[in-house]
């Protein structure tokens, strides 16, 4: 393992304030809000939908509360992958991270996906030359190129370096807001209240409608947990690591509640059910002009583009630090020599991301779904790493601390089970077949190479290797 590893060295820390804040934020946002908004809104009611956006914010605030104390105790590369090794061991480790990587990588293919779709509202006549039919729906040749080229373009960013992409972000990110700050200004001068009727769901009911929107808040919520992910590249002091994580959660909370505001001010039910993108409909009525809607669908790219870049780095990272540990081949541990990122694992991302689009635009569905069962595993994982620790290691240097921790850890641990549920057959979000298969292999792919890599480089080289991570000792001294 030595001689396989022998040219690397230790990520940089190059990441400040604000490239982290628009690294997390810009995850959060992505392009859900563009096609999703209307459809809350029927299912809730305008404030019912705000209300289950507010609900799930709280849940999601108390998960990554016990991130921030552990990503400010121990800011390694991997994030979930070092708390849960600290305190569950080797392969609870391995299980958390690999689990969290499938949500990553079903994210940056999700975009490879979604970028040829929002085009196409753009120039409804570009997709030509028939492939192939997936799931009733016709994959075209022009279609599947941009989203190929999308994700190419993607990972030669991430793979140039992690401060050239923190610099994408922060344009695209600003880009977003600004839109959003103008759709949400127009709304509130040029709305109506009396669109916003009914407030909550009638055919539903009030607990109903709110409960089939707070299904989907926690994936809304997804990439606050990047900022682990990269935390070895993070410049900060380690308290605000944990501050930044939690700023970035609470401005997510109020973008979607306002995004909600703004689009039942100007649509009312009709409008409504006839649009097939809410928010860009509600922009354009809100300023009386074509351009307006075709800009929040710019923002909308500039969403994926936000998203695409976050989790290519939170994944690549993940996937690096289970190699770098001796958890899956030496040589997706590889560290450009020049630009300091985790090359083949970026590598094996572009490869995933630039595949989905070849089965068409039903793979979004599949990829969301199987992907955010992989998540939420992960956040059990850590969850339980915070009560764990905070039982076993009360003494632990924890520069951000959360207060009641056993209350909050408890309560993430029931949240994040109560998640997992909502996967699981009998409910009503439950996997399907397909999305199953795509979880299964996922698994069964990840544990062939752990237990090929465990036989390869043992379980004492692992310990090894997290015992001078989490030491903050270069793992190759004399390099």
Aim: with cysteine.
């Amino acid at each position: 393992m030595n001689n396989e590893t022998s040219h690397e060295t230790h990520l940089k820390r190059v990441l400040a304030r604000k490239d982290v804040l628009a690294l997390a934020f810009g995850a959060m946002i992505g392009w859900g809000w563009i096609v999703l908004t209307g459809s809350w809104i029927q299912s809730a009611g305008s404030l019912g939908a705000i209300t289950a956006f507010l609900i799930g914010g709280l849940i999601i605030v108390l998960v990554g509360l016990t991130y921030a104390e552990l990503a400010s105790a121990m800011p390694q590369v991997g994030g979930e992958h070092v708390y849960s090794y600290r305190a569950m061991g080797h392969f609870a480790s391995f299980l958390c991270t690999w689990a969290i990587t499938l949500g990553y990588v079903s994210v940056v293919a999700f975009e490879a996906v979604a970028l040829p779709t929002v085009v196409e509202h753009l120039f409804p006549d570009y997709a030509v030359g028939q492939l192939w039919t997936i799931a009733g729906w016709d994959v075209k040749a022009t279609w599947v190129a941009v989203g190929v080229a999308g994700s190419l373009a993607m990972m030669a960013i991430n793979y140039i370096g992690v401060r050239t992409a923190a610099l994408v972000q922060k344009v695209v990110t600003l880009l977003i807001l600004a839109v959003g700050v103008m759709f949400i200004t127009g709304a509130l001068f040029q709305g109506s209240a009396e669109t916003m009727q009914p407030l909550f769901s009638v055919e539903e009911g009030v607990l109903g409608g709110i409960m089939m929107v707070i299904i989907m808040v926690p994936f809304m919520f997804v990439g606050f947990d990047v900022i682990p992910q990269a935390a070895e590249e993070i410049d900060l002091p380690f308290k605000e690591i944990g501050r930044v994580l939690m700023i970035s959660v609470i401005l997510a909370v109020f973008w979607y509640s306002f995004i909600i505001l703004g689009t039942a001010l100007m649509l009312d039910p009709a409008a409504l059910g006839a649009s097939s993108l809410a928010v860009p409909d509600a922009m354009q009525a809100a300023f009386q002009a074509p351009w307006a809607g075709n800009l929040m669908i710019l923002a909308g790219i500039a969403g994926i583009i936000t998203s695409w870049n976050a989790f290519y780095i939170g994944g690549s990272r993940a996937i690096y630090a289970l190699a770098h540990a001796g958890m899956l081949p030496a040589f997706l541990a590889k560290l450009h020599p020049r630009h300091r990122t985790p090359t083949n694992a970026i590598l094996v991302m572009g490869v995933l991301s630039s595949l989905a689009p070849f089965f068409g635009r039903q793979a979004l569905v599949w990829l969301v779904v199987a992907g955010g069962l992989g998540i939420v595993i992960a956040y059990l994982f850590v969850a339980l790493s915070f009560v764990v620790l905070r039982r076993n290691e009360p003494e632990m240097a924890r520069p951000f601390r959360v207060r009641r921790g056993k209350t909050v850890g408890a309560l993430s641990v029931l949240l994040s089970l109560a998640l997992i549920g909502m996967y699981l057959p009998g409910s009503p979000s439950a996997l399907s077949t397909i999305e199953w298969v795509i979880f299964a292999g996922w698994m069964l792919i990840g544990l062939a190479l752990y237990a090929w890599s465990r036989a390869r480089y043992g379980v004492a080289y692992s310990d090894t290797m997290m015992r001078r991570e989490l030491a903050g000792a270069d793992p190759y001294p004399g390099r």
